[in-house]
Structure formats: C-alpha cells, structure tokens
C-alpha cells in the first residue's frame, strides 16, 4: 500500500470510527434531540479530525439521525409524536409484509436461529436492573434488533429488510428517549410477554397471528412513548 493509498484508509476508517460513534450516542439519547453537532466541538469530544467528522455527519444526515439546516449547521434531529406515528405505521406495513413472507419461507434453521436469539434477548432482559446503564441498555438493544431482524429474515427482499433495519434504528431513539425520562418495569415485562407470543407464532408458521402480534406489539409502544414524547417536547 503507497503512501496515497495508506491516507485514503486511514482517512475511511476515522469517518467509519466517527460516524459508529455518533450514531451511538444519538440513539442511546446522550446527544439530544435538538442538540447543536457544532463540528468542532464533536470533534474534540471523540478525538477525530474534523473532516472526519464532517463526512460523518452528512452521511448520518442522509440516514436521519441528523438534519443539516442552510447557514446554521447540523442539530440531532428532533422527535414528535407525529413523527413517531408514522413511523409506526409504516414498520407495521412493511414488517407484517415481511413477517408473512419470511414465515411463508421457513425452515428449521430459521426456527433455531430464531429460538437461539429469543432466549439471548430473554437472558439479557432478565440481566437488566429497573435503572440500566448504557452499556447493558446496548447489550439488549443488540439482542432486541437481532431477534426481530430474525423474524423477517426469510422475507426474500434485502431490499425490505433494508428499509426495515433502518426503521428500527429510528425507533431506539424514541424509546431510548422514554427509558431515560421514565423507565418502566411494567412496559419491560409486557414486552418480553409480547417477544415470547410472537416467537410462538413464528415456530407454529401462523402468520395471520404473528403479524396481528407484531402490529400490537407496536401500537402498545407507541401508546406507552405517546406522553413521553409529548412532555419533552414542552
């Protein structure tokens, strides 16, 4: 590798390095929604130069986890209830789509793919004190995204498991943004009754059912995050 070569790499790799960062921090609600990304100040926070920084922030602004507003800069964009309804309902469109799909196209290896990441999501659910820290907030983030990719994962598309992925990265900050203003036990626990029916449904191949229980396991967070996001937007 040549000197040229050798400056492209490194150059990539800072902004990969940048933008991982981030993206985490704006999803596990550390940088808030409406917060200044002061390019300077960023990156001095995570020690990346600052183009970098700046390659990294525009890409997270295509990916909507930033807005780029003329003459002002880039904020963490912001949350709204009618936000977060639309996003809703258009992961409930696409994941049932999904979900029917990748249910059609099962076989055992999916199932036990499947159960195997269920019973990680359980464990580390089970792990988690009422007031987690960061870290095993991430942990279960991981699992809780694992299990429900899983779940579509059979759909044929990667095109639709594209779109669903980045939906689901969307919806941490909502509820990321709840667990830090008000943690719920309740809510934890009624999910991971909602995880174990849809699991259930999946492995007995009734789509009819999973996607009616995907659809509500949705709706219930959405009800649960309604006057949260509300409240922080005062």
């Known amino acids: 590798m040549n000197v040229s070569d050798k400056g492209l790499s490194d150059g990539k790799n800072l902004s990969e390095r940048a ?59 912001t949350l709204s209830i009618t936000d977060l309804e639309e996003l809703v309902k258009t992961r409930i ?31 580390t659910h089970r792990r988690m004190p009422l007031q987690s820290g960061p870290e095993s907030s991430e ?28 939906m689901m990265d969307q919806a941490v900050r909502y509820r990321n943004l709840s667990m830090n203003v008000h943690p719920s036990l309740l809510r934890r626990e009624g999910a991971a009754a909602e995880h174990q029916a849809l699991l259930d449904a999946a492995i007995e191949r ?16 959405l009800e649960g995050l309604r006057d949260v996001i509300e409240q922080s937007n005062k």
Not at 37 to 43: G, N, V
Not at 140 to 145: F, L, N, T
Not at 207 to 215: E, G, K, V
Request: hydrophobic share 40%.
């Open 93 to 123: 469109w696409l994941e049932t789509k999904a979900l029917a799909e990748s249910i059609k196209n099962a076989d055992e290896s999916w199932e036990e793919q499947l159960v195997l990441s269920f019973h990680r999501l359980a464990r």
């Open 206 to 221: 009734n789509a009819d059912l999973a996607c009616t229980l995907l659809a509500d396991h949705y709706t219930t967070t």
């Open 19 to 77: 933008h991982e960062s981030i993206r985490r921090d704006i999803l596990n609600g550390e940088l808030f929604p409406g917060d200044k990304l002061q390019i300077e100040a960023i990156s001095e926070r995570y020690g990346i130069g600052i183009a970098p920084v700046r390659e990294a922030l525009n890409r997270l602004s295509s990916e909507g986890l930033v807005e780029r507003k003329s003459q002002r800069g880039f904020f963490v964009a």
């Open 139 to 166: 942990e279960w983030e991981a699992r809780h995204k694992e299990f429900h990719m899983l779940l579509l994962d059979r759909c044929g598309s990667s095109w639709l498991l594209g779109f669903c992925s980045s």
